[in-house]
C-alpha cells in the first residue's frame, strides 16, 4: 500500500470512530420515539413499553430509570439510547424500594434531555 493511501485510510478510520463514539449514549426525548411510552401498574411494578428513536434508527432505548418526587407525588422517568445495545421495548421497575404501597393519585411525567416535562397516563 502506498503511504499516501495508508495516510488517508487511517484518517478515515480515525473520523468514523470519532462520530461512532459520539453516537455511544445519550438520553432520549419523548417527540422522538416513534410512539409514546405507554405505562402499566402492577401495585408497586411499573412497566415502561416504549419505542426507539424515529429520528435514529441505529439507536435503541437501553435503559428506563425513575425518579420519585414524595412530597409532589410525582415520578419522573428518564431514558437512555445508544449503538451495539440489546432491543429491549419493555422495563420493569420495582418502586418497593422508595417505601410506597398506593400509587394512586401520583403523577408520573417523561423527562426529555432539556428539561421538558409530559405527563404520561397509566394504561389499565
Known amino acids: 500500500m502506498k503511504p499516501m493511501k495508508t495516510f488517508k485510510t487511517l484518517v478515515v478510520s480515525t473520523i468514523l470512530l470519532c462520530i461512532s463514539c459520539s453516537l455511544g ?3 432520549v426525548y419523548y417527540d422522538e420515539m416513534s410512539a409514546p411510552p405507554k405505562l402499566y401498574l402492577d401495585g408497586t411494578v411499573l412497566t415502561v413499553q416504549t419505542k426507539n428513536s424515529k429520528k435514529h434508527s441505529s439507536l435503541v432505548i437501553y435503559e428506563v ?3 420519585v418526587l414524595f412530597e409532589e407525588h410525582i415520578v419522573h422517568l428518564k ?5 451495539h445495545k440489546e432491543i429491549k421495548e419493555a ?14 393519585g401520583w403523577n408520573f411525567n417523561w423527562i426529555d434531555p432539556d428539561g421538558k ?4 397516563t397509566v394504561e389499565k
Not at 420493569?92 to 400509587?103: G, K, N, S, V, Y
Not at 416535562?117 to 404520561?120: A, I, N
Open 91 to 104: 422495563f420493569t421497575i420495582d418502586l418497593t424500594e422508595h417505601h410506597i404501597e398506593d400509587f394512586s
Open 117 to 120: 416535562t409530559t405527563r404520561l
Open 65 to 67: 430509570t425513575e425518579e
Open 25 to 27: 449514549s445519550k438520553r
Open 79 to 83: 431514558a437512555k439510547q445508544g449503538v
